[in-house]
């Protein structure tokens, strides 16, 4: 079991920058998939992005430039570095801890930390 606790959301004007963190417990994260996921009000939940094992990040389309996904294993901690953010960032933004073994797909989420970006 791993147990997933979000930090660091609030509000922020357009072109601002927010440090989510996202702190791990019950197991050491360096043996999962690391994401952030995110939901609008009234859209399906979507991925931001991702960082493997071996510290392979993916992005989706719209933040690619500006977020940056990166996980200090030592500290148990996933972040998610935002610039230049955009009103249509704003949404919950959600942790998630991935990994299979023997056939079994293990998944974890935290309870997610609102984001607004608004002036």
């Known amino acids: 079991q791993v147990q997933l606790v979000e930090s660091g959301g609030g509000l922020v004007q357009p072109g601002g920058s927010l440090r989510l963190s996202c702190a791990a417990s019950?197991?050491?994260?360096?043996?999962?998939?690391m994401g952030w996921y995110r939901q609008a009000p009234g859209k399906q939940r979507e991925l931001v992005a991702t960082i493997t094992t071996a510290r392979d990040t993916s992005y989706v389309d719209s933040v690619k430039g500006r977020f940056t996904i990166s996980r200090d294993n030592t500290k148990n901690t996933v972040y998610l570095q935002m610039n230049s953010l955009k009103p249509t960032d704003t949404a919950v933004y959600y942790c998630n801890a991935y990994k299979t073994s023997s056939g079994t797909a293990y998944n974890y989420w935290g309870q997610g930390t609102q984001v607004t970006v608004s002036s």
């Open positions: 019950g197991s050491r994260i360096s043996i999962y998939a």
